[in-house]
């Protein structure tokens, strides 16, 4: 497994959340990460970002030719899963992945975030290869948010734009209340998920759960926000983060989400649609392990197909939900 995709991984732990909770995703997260990537990753040398780039310019990513298959798949009943996708993610961009179950949404997010290396094409970053990069640079520029409760690592002081994040957070008090303050060093849990430690059994997940059970009980919501703000995050991808979420928590993390966009690329894939839906600069909409649409809301509810089947769908779907009124959606 690649070194980014690991040390991305954040949390969203609700405030107050138990030991158990996070330990269960650190299980959940051990399953996730035992998968055999399809090639070891060499690192190259290239720095992110590159010297002298202007600051505060979410990271340009695009797809050329991208073709996918399982590597358990390879070679026996084959079935590609992601059939010769190009496009571009513009700098800063808000992008939400929508489409059917099964489509690829998941599998996308994971060749974005260095998880599995396509079985053909190629993935640029500002115009160059992504192998090309230095890995720990992008691992520092990228923050993948999943259902997976992780929790990183990090100091406070590390991080600061922290007030305004604790602010976010609701964590401003309580931190100040801490022995050391913004020096609390967030103790645990990985910075890298290296190849070595998979090689290393079973062993380094009670050293995790270990670290875990040390660590301060610090809402992972303020650890994410801080992590976002600390200014060296260029690409964050959200992968369905609200779907145990009512529609106000939803609707609240979004809004949170929005206000540390700047110099981000934002990627989110999600079964809703509302308010991701209709503020993004691009939707990708997925069928069968192909991009079938792209544009805006507007834009491809005009062009009446995959999206705006599904939109449709979804939309019959919550009027005939009796307590749709009282959930309040803007779809
Ligand atoms: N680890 C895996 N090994 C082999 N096939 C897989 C693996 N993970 C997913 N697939 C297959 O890849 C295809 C795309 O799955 P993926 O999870 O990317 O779709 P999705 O659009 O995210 O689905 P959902 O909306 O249900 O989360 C599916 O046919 C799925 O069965």
Known sequence: MSQTTGSVLLSLVPQNSHLSQYTNGVKKL??????????????????????GEEKNIGMH????NVTFQYPETQGTQAK??????????????????????GSGKTTLVKLLTGLFRPTSGNILIHGIDVYQYKMSDLTNASALLTQNHTIFPMTIAENIGVGEAAELGGARTFIEGLLDGYETVLKPVETAWSTKR????????????DEVERSKDISGDVRTFMRLSSGH????????????MDPAGEYELF????LMREGKTMVFVTHRFGHLTKHADLILCMKEGKIVEEGTHHELIQKNGEYHKLYDIQARAFVDTPDAAATGSDT
């Open 30 to 51: 051990y399953t996730g990460i035992d998968m055999k990537p399809s090639v070891k990753f060499e690192t190259g040398d290239t720095p992110y970002p590159p010297p």
């Open 61 to 64: 990513i695009e797809l050329r």
């Open 80 to 101: 590609v899963v992601i059939h010769d996708v190009s496009f571009t993610l513009p700098s800063s961009s808000f992008v939400v992945i929508v489409g059917e179950n």
């Open 198 to 209: 998979l090689s290393e059994g079973v062993d380094w997940l009670k050293k995790v759960m």
């Open 233 to 244: 995050v260029r690409l964050v991808v959200v992968d369905e983060p609200t779907s145990a």
């Open 255 to 258: 809004q949170k989400l929005r």
